[in-house]
């Protein structure tokens, strides 16, 4: 199993491609059989590729982002943070909570991120 401080440092990692990083970065953090539910309910992402073309979708935005907490127990941990997104003239600001589980390499298996669009708010 992976230690704490790995999957930690996978969570952080995590945050800061998401924000400044490309899809390949983002997609780097995942086994190659992970999976995505972005949000909670929606048809999961399963794969590389899937997952790749998922996180393309934010890769041309400017977007920011600011990890809160992280909370690691057993193989899982579960995460608040920030997505600020500019589009055009409007920004787009997002709090998600995703909860992970990771392989012996502290890489991701699973992501399920939890917010909806109630959730948004839009400036």
Known sequence: ?????????????YVEAVG????????????EDATVED???????VGHAAITKFYENIEP?????????VRVA????????????KFGEQTFTLDPIDVMT???DARI????AFWSQDDMVVG
């Open 39 to 45: 949000p909670v309910g929606t048809e999961p992402h």
């Open 1 to 13: 199993m992976a230690s704490a401080d790995d999957i930690r440092a996978t969570v952080r990692k």
């Open 20 to 31: 400044s990083g490309t899809a390949a970065d983002v997609v780097a953090l995942y086994r």
């Open 102 to 104: 990771f392989d012996e």
């Open 74 to 85: 057993g193989n899982s941990a579960a995460f608040s943070f920030r997505v600020v997104t």
């Open 109 to 112: 298996v699973s992501m399920r």
């Open 61 to 69: 935005l400017e977007t920011s982002t600011e990890l809160f907490s």
